[in-house]
């Protein structure tokens, strides 16, 4: 049985001195000192060789990379992604990424990628949204393309441009940076027309009765 481990690696670790220019104000001294120590975290190579090990003595066999996607800030946590294809830049280049995933797999660790598939950003300049001009070229139109809770767009998963867009997405991860398995976020929210939202439970299935309703729903949400 495989056991996951949810960690910040060396690729996330740059997060903690990284800064959100659209959520906070700094003079440029202090935007020049955190890019530096941003670096330094994102780009040392000790982080990798401290943290490996000490998953392999801890008797784990996997670890998950959180926010890979490219994102346009990191108080979302990763999840609102603007570009399905490049590695985040926040955290350091694609080359950085490669070598983190091959160090693991040299230890007998799996990398699981923590993969953004049921939403994606509202922006308009460096998103999917309104790429095309309109509202439904990836996305259910109007309302219904609108994760309220999250400010996201939906997917529309009826479209099969949208199926091969996302499943050649997922593909290319594997094949271009040896990612083993994927963490697929929110699934509810793929599944269910309540998105996981204003149930019993937040981001579970409620009830029996529940279940089997919106389950009923689905091919009209299709």
């Given amino acids: 049985m495989e056991t996951h481990l949810g960690l910040r690696t060396p690729f996330l670790l740059g997060s903690c001195s990284l800064f959100n220019q659209q959520m906070e104000s700094h ?11 941003s670096q330094e975290l994102t780009h040392t190579p000790t982080l990798e060789m401290m943290c490996f090990p000490l998953i392999k003595r801890l008797g784990y066999n996997a670890v998950q990379i959180m926010a890979v996607q490219e994102h346009s800030y990191y108080v979302r946590f990763g999840y609102h992604v603007t570009n399905f294809f490049a590695p985040s830049s926040h955290f350091g280049t694609s080359d950085d990424l490669k070598s983190l995933i091959d160090r693991a797999h040299k230890m007998g660790l799996l990398v699981l990628m923590d993969i953004v598939h049921s939403h994606a ?21 109007r309302s219904k393309g609108h994760r ?23 593909r290319w991860w594997l094949e271009e940076y040896k990612f083993d398995r994927f963490r697929f976020d929110v699934v509810t929210s793929m599944m269910y027309t309540h998105h996981g939202l204003q149930t019993k439970s937040y981001g579970n299935i409620a009830t029996k009765d529940a279940n089997q309703k919106h389950l009923k729903g689905t091919n009209k949400h299709l």
């Fill in 148 to 170: 309220w809770m999250w400010d996201s767009r939906l997917f529309n998963y009826g479209s099969w441009e949208v199926h091969r867009f996302l499943l050649s997405n997922a």
């Fill in 27 to 37: 003079t440029m001294e202090e935007t020049m000192i955190r890019q530096k120590r």
């Fill in 121 to 141: 950003s509202n922006n308009m300049l460096d998103g999917l949204n309104m790429f095309d001009g309109t509202d439904a070229h990836y996305f259910h139109s």
